[in-house]
């Protein structure tokens, strides 16, 4: 099956400092990738939707200047936390959205980055 | 209502146990269903997608009542293996993004 990758898978750092997520598809093209955060026992939240060569759409309730998304290439999209703080601290997690020949889709996801601010 | 409610569990069942889980979402206009497996700390991985006329993957089926806006997954002979957390997801009104639900979790004993 297709895989994504993302990268780093661990972070940790101190508060104020910004970072950055990448999520790259490695055997397809994705036009259109998403980045989730989940907290613990809590559901998958979409934060954004990340298309290439165009800005992104964000959910309502996120804030585009502090989550800034790239989609520069058919394989990679980046997520930058910028200044972050304790309240950032979450799962972050990437999906690529892959087209079938038969005309259906799947989102495969990336193994995620665990991000804690201190 | 919240857009995909699932029963949150967790279920613990002994190994051989048939178990069901069920899903109900809000959006009419959903078109694509499916049901994902996320184990402790991991990425969701697809497990099957849901189709109209109901679909089975070796112990795994899943139904969907388009009527109820309910969908389930049974399993069958249950594997310590299949202790995970079961999400069920469904796509926005758009068809562009994924609505996850909270999750249910499975504890398969031996």
């Known amino acids: 099956g297709a895989v994504v990758s993302q990268h780093p898978s661990w972070v940790i750092c101190k508060s104020g400092t910004s970072v950055k997520i990448e999520c790259r598809s490695l055997d397809f093209q994705a036009t259109t990738m998403f980045w989730y955060r989940q907290f613990p026992k809590q559901s998958l939240m979409l934060m954004a939707t990340?298309?290439?060569?165009?800005?992104?759409?964000?959910e309502q309730g996120v804030e585009k200047d502090k989550f800034l998304i790239n989609h520069a290439s058919l394989t990679l999209s980046t997520l930058t936390v910028t200044s972050a703080h304790p309240e950032d601290s979450s799962f972050y997690i990437c999906?690529?959205?892959?087209?079938?020949?038969?005309?259906?889709?799947?989102?495969?996801f990336g193994p995620g980055t665990r991000l804690l601010v201190l | 209502r919240k857009e995909v409610e699932q029963d949150p569990g967790p279920f613990n069942v002994p190994e051989g146990a048939t178990v069901a889980f069920n899903c109900t979402y809000s959006?009419?206009?959903?078109?694509?269903f499916f049901w994902y497996r996320q184990d402790c700390r991991k990425e969701p991985k697809l497990l099957m997608s849901?189709?109209?006329s109901g679909n089975e993957d070796g112990r795994f089926t899943a139904q969907l009542n388009r009527a109820s806006q309910y969908i389930s997954l049974l399993i069958r002979d249950s594997k310590l293996s299949d202790s995970a957390t079961y999400l069920c997801v469904v796509n926005n009104q758009a068809g562009t993004a994924l609505i996850f639900g909270k999750g249910t979790t499975l504890s398969v004993s031996s």
């Open positions: 849901v189709y109209s």
């Open positions: 959006n009419s206009a959903s078109q694509s």
């Open positions: 990340s298309n290439e060569g165009s800005k992104a759409t964000y």
């Open positions: 999906s690529a959205r892959d087209y079938w020949t038969s005309g259906g889709e799947t989102q495969y």
